[in-house]
């Protein structure tokens, strides 16, 4: 039979990510004596009927491919959080003065894992709205960083046509997305390591600065802590402003940090996962808690949060670096050159989150293919094991990018991307949620947590700490909009219009596909655990093809 450039069939290496789902026509076929069902995915009959008739559209098979190393995922989960915001919206922020998913995604490493838990966990509708709260932020960011992209190089001329840059950025993107999921983790890998670069270059150059290092030879220390002071009164006078400036920061920092959803999202594709994972989700937890308590202890050492240049950059929507407080503080002390640089590393940083959004957009709603809650064309991989509609989708949206090839256009499409920001923080309520009912479920059909691949500490208390934490600030992050004053229909409608949107969807696909909330008993924990299982037994490690990858291995590993 002629190949079509799909998989149609196991491809016979160890790679091979076929999940323990498969499509109700196939396993139609096989009752009526046509093609058999697939036999290497050990599940029965009785499953199989089970589960079709509770999707709208069959489920079909996952047919990624595990070829991310710990290299790979390690540097994913760093690079897709540092970004632009790290470097320069930090800045803004000086102005205005989870542990239970890698539990989960350990035990079953599959891809679009916390989405498809969701639903398999709690409730089937829980899930669809979790997957497409999920892949519509992802997907609406793609554009925003391609805009960013642009106005960084604008930092040095702006004599590139807006269009070309933008048609340069989506070329790229669909060659490393579209080729092979292997092509996307190197090009991640070596871009994130330009972000580590440099954020530790620029916690060293504060300290190195702080102490005289510079041109002024200024020994100013942390001169800025005592005049203007450490806290900021923002709105309000007195200890109610400091409280409103933490609480701005506070919220700011809400929509920044991320990292675990990001390594999760690898899960299916990530080579013997169960070793990778633990590990990459400690190593990316640590590491970014480190970069980003450093990183605001530098931006409040370099700069006052009242400085004159900073405060102007960010009114005038200065492009680039031009507002980010490391800049603004080379330029006070006349440093040369290091600005073109900083710029350059943030052109990268820019690139590899909007790299990294496409990633983590095409396979959330490759997951909610696998679980039949899209139509199943997204559930298709080509040869390469890339879910390639699902890429195409994505980037598709991101030609919303050329609306910034109109004057003021580019307006509507930071609207566009402020409409969705609460879902983060929806996210990381959606993934505590998940594991406190998987935590549950474990208890009810006893099985001890000592026996997982890796186990959370001071579990349910953090999940429980960060759900309430989460949800609390998922309806702050607009208050301002209460204050007293003219009504501000605009801000309303960014802040708040998502948590909206995610009970609809949730309450809508419950009310039309009659679902339940799974009791702790009810919950299927072993989906898919067959064949994870049979991967680790027949799992053998490639050797690395350059002895430089190896050494990044090791260190990685």
Same mark, same amino acid.
């Given at each position: 039979m002629a190949s079509t450039g799909f998989n149609d069939g196991p491809d016979g290496g160890t790679t091979h990510n076929r999940h323990n789902v498969f499509s109700e026509k196939e396993y139609i076929a096989g009752k009526e004596g046509g093609a058999p069902?697939? #036999?290497?995915?050990?599940?029965?009959?009785?499953r199989a009927v089970r589960y079709s008739s509770t999707t709208s559209i069959a489920p079909a098979l996952d047919y990624t491919h595990r070829r991310l190393k710990?290299?790979?995922?390690?540097?994913?989960?760093?690079?897709?959080t540092i970004g632009t915001a790290l470097f320069v919206a930090i800045?803004?922020?000086?102005?205005?003065?989870?542990?239970?998913?890698?539990?989960?995604?350990?035990?079953?490493?599959?891809?679009?894992?916390?989405?498809?838990?969701?639903?398999?966990?709690?409730?089937?509708?829980?899930?669809?709205?979790?997957?497409?709260?999920?892949?519509?932020?992802?997907?609406?960011?793609?554009?925003?960083?391609?805009?960013?992209?642009?106005?960084?190089?604008?930092?040095?001329?702006?004599?590139?046509?807006?269009?070309?840059?933008?048609?340069?950025?989506?070329?790229?993107?669909?060659?490393?997305?579209?080729?092979?999921? #292997?092509?996307?983790?190197?090009?991640?890998?070596?871009?994130?390591?330009?972000?580590?670069?440099?954020?530790?270059?620029?916690?060293?150059?504060?300290?190195?600065?702080?102490?005289?290092?510079?041109?002024?030879?200024?020994?100013?220390?942390?001169?800025?802590?005592?005049?203007?002071?450490?806290?900021?009164?923002?709105? #309000?006078?007195?200890?109610?402003?400091?409280?409103?400036?933490?609480?701005?920061c506070l919220i700011q920092a809400s929509f920044t940090i991320a990292g675990p959803d990001y390594v999760s999202m690898t899960a299916g594709e990530a080579e013997n996962p169960r070793r990778t994972l633990p590990r990459a989700f400690k190593a990316v937890f640590y590491r970014l808690t480190g970069f980003f308590v450093l990183g605001s202890l530098a931006v409040g050492i370099n700069v006052p949060?009242?400085?004159?240049?900073?405060?102007?950059?960010?009114?005038?929507? #200065?492009?680039?670096?031009?507002?980010?407080?490391?800049?603004?503080?080379?330029?006070r002390l006349r440093i040369t050159v290091l600005p073109d640089i900083v710029n350059a590393l943030i052109l990268t940083s820019s690139f590899s989150a909007g790299n990294s959004y496409v990633y983590c957009a095409s396979r959330s709603l490759f997951g909610l293919a696998l679980e039949g809650k899209a139509p199943k064309i997204f559930a298709r991989c080509n040869r390469n094991g890339v879910p390639i509609y699902c890429v195409l989708l994505t980037l598709a949206i991101a030609l919303l990018s050329f609306l910034q090839v109109s004057n003021g256009s580019a307006v509507v499409l930071q609207w566009f991307v402020n409409l969705v920001t609460a879902s983060q923080l929806i996210n990381f309520s959606v993934m505590t949620f998940t594991f406190i009912r998987f935590k549950k479920a474990l208890e009810a059909q006893g099985i001890d947590r000592n026996t997982l691949p890796h186990k959370g500490f001071w579990q349910p208390f953090t999940a429980y700490y960060a759900l309430a934490g989460t949800f609390i600030m998922t309806f702050v992050g607009g208050y301002t909009v209460f204050w007293p004053g003219p009504w501000d229909v605009p801000t309303f409608l960014f802040s708040y219009t998502m948590i909206g949107v995610f009970p609809v969807l949730f309450v809508g696909w419950k009310l039309i596909k009659k679902t339940k909330f799974l009791k702790p008993e009810e919950v299927d924990l072993q989906q898919d655990l067959d064949e994870i299982d049979e991967y680790e037994r027949n799992y053998v490690p490639v050797p690395p093809k350059h002895r430089v990858y190896g050494w990044f291995d090791r260190i990685f590993d």
């Amino acid at each position: 039979m002629a190949s079509t450039g799909f998989n149609d069939g196991p491809d016979g290496g160890t790679t091979h990510n076929r999940h323990n789902v498969f499509s109700e026509k196939e396993y139609i076929a096989g009752k009526e004596g046509g093609a058999p069902a697939p #036999k290497e995915t050990g599940v029965d009959e009785e499953r199989a009927v089970r589960y079709s008739s509770t999707t709208s559209i069959a489920p079909a098979l996952d047919y990624t491919h595990r070829r991310l190393k710990p290299r790979h995922i390690q540097l994913i989960g760093i690079g897709g959080t540092i970004g632009t915001a790290l470097f320069v919206a930090i800045g803004q922020g000086l102005i205005n003065g989870g542990p239970g998913l890698a539990e989960m995604v350990t035990y079953l490493p599959i891809s679009s894992p916390f989405i498809r838990f969701a639903g398999r966990f709690v409730d089937e509708a829980f899930g669809v709205a979790a997957g497409y709260n999920f892949f519509v932020f992802e997907a609406a960011l793609v554009p925003f960083e391609i805009v960013a992209c642009n106005l960084i190089i604008n930092y040095w001329s702006d004599a590139i046509p807006v269009g070309g840059v933008i048609a340069i950025v989506i070329t790229i993107y669909a060659l490393l997305n579209l080729i092979t999921v #292997k092509w996307y983790g190197e090009s991640e890998f070596w871009l994130s390591m330009g972000k580590v670069i440099l954020i530790v270059g620029l916690i060293l150059y504060t300290f190195i600065t702080m102490l005289g290092g510079n041109p002024e030879h200024d020994r100013f220390g942390f001169r800025y802590w005592r005049n203007p002071g450490s806290f900021h009164e923002l709105y #309000k006078t007195g200890s109610l402003g400091r409280f409103l400036g933490f609480l701005q920061c506070l919220i700011q920092a809400s929509f920044t940090i991320a990292g675990p959803d990001y390594v999760s999202m690898t899960a299916g594709e990530a080579e013997n996962p169960r070793r990778t994972l633990p590990r990459a989700f400690k190593a990316v937890f640590y590491r970014l808690t480190g970069f980003f308590v450093l990183g605001s202890l530098a931006v409040g050492i370099n700069v006052p949060y009242n400085d004159a240049e900073l405060i102007g950059a960010f009114k005038s929507s #200065k492009p680039g670096a031009a507002a980010s407080p490391y800049v603004v503080a080379m330029n006070r002390l006349r440093i040369t050159v290091l600005p073109d640089i900083v710029n350059a590393l943030i052109l990268t940083s820019s690139f590899s989150a909007g790299n990294s959004y496409v990633y983590c957009a095409s396979r959330s709603l490759f997951g909610l293919a696998l679980e039949g809650k899209a139509p199943k064309i997204f559930a298709r991989c080509n040869r390469n094991g890339v879910p390639i509609y699902c890429v195409l989708l994505t980037l598709a949206i991101a030609l919303l990018s050329f609306l910034q090839v109109s004057n003021g256009s580019a307006v509507v499409l930071q609207w566009f991307v402020n409409l969705v920001t609460a879902s983060q923080l929806i996210n990381f309520s959606v993934m505590t949620f998940t594991f406190i009912r998987f935590k549950k479920a474990l208890e009810a059909q006893g099985i001890d947590r000592n026996t997982l691949p890796h186990k959370g500490f001071w579990q349910p208390f953090t999940a429980y700490y960060a759900l309430a934490g989460t949800f609390i600030m998922t309806f702050v992050g607009g208050y301002t909009v209460f204050w007293p004053g003219p009504w501000d229909v605009p801000t309303f409608l960014f802040s708040y219009t998502m948590i909206g949107v995610f009970p609809v969807l949730f309450v809508g696909w419950k009310l039309i596909k009659k679902t339940k909330f799974l009791k702790p008993e009810e919950v299927d924990l072993q989906q898919d655990l067959d064949e994870i299982d049979e991967y680790e037994r027949n799992y053998v490690p490639v050797p690395p093809k350059h002895r430089v990858y190896g050494w990044f291995d090791r260190i990685f590993d």
